[in-house]
């Protein structure tokens, strides 16, 4: 599968964004997904994650109550909703998914997934 991320920009603090991470190739429905961030001269952390049925995603516990993923399996699209942004959420937001059996699984663990989107840039900043 090869992951398109799109939707970044330029905000200002306290606005909103939504990241799109659309899928080529079939049975998207049968991988879990996540979104990481990198801010320069930072590690990449985990932002948040989506199981296959959507039941599940797990958060970041700086991003808990302002973000908040989706998918669309039918448009094979996973989507980060982004509100009440911070400049500290400035980044490169790349997206992530891998096949999985579990209807349930969603891991916040960067190793789980092998397939990588090219990340698009958010910056919040008046």
């Known amino acids: 599968v090869q992951l398109q991320a799109s939707g970044g920009g330029l905000v200002q603090p306290g606005g909103s964004l939504r990241l799109s991470c659309a899928a080529s190739?079939?049975?998207?429905?049968?991988?879990?997904a996540a979104w990481f961030r990198q801010a320069p001269g930072k590690e990449r952390e985990f932002v948040a994650a989506?199981?296959?049925?959507?039941?599940?995603?797990p958060y970041a516990n700086s991003v808990k109550g302002r973000f908040t993923v989706s998918r669309d399996n039918i448009k094979n699209t996973v989507y980060l909703q982004m509100d009440s942004l911070k400049p500290e959420d400035t980044a490169i937001y790349y997206c992530?998914?891998?096949?999985?059996?579990?209807?349930?699984?969603?891991?916040?663990?960067?190793?789980?997934?092998?397939?990588w989107g090219q990340g698009t840039l958010v910056t919040v900043s008046s």
């Open positions: 992530a998914a891998d096949y999985v059996t579990s209807t349930s699984y969603a891991s916040a663990a960067s190793y789980r997934y092998n397939y």
């Open positions: 190739g079939n049975s998207f429905s049968s991988y879990a």
């Open positions: 989506i199981s296959r049925s959507g039941g599940n995603t």
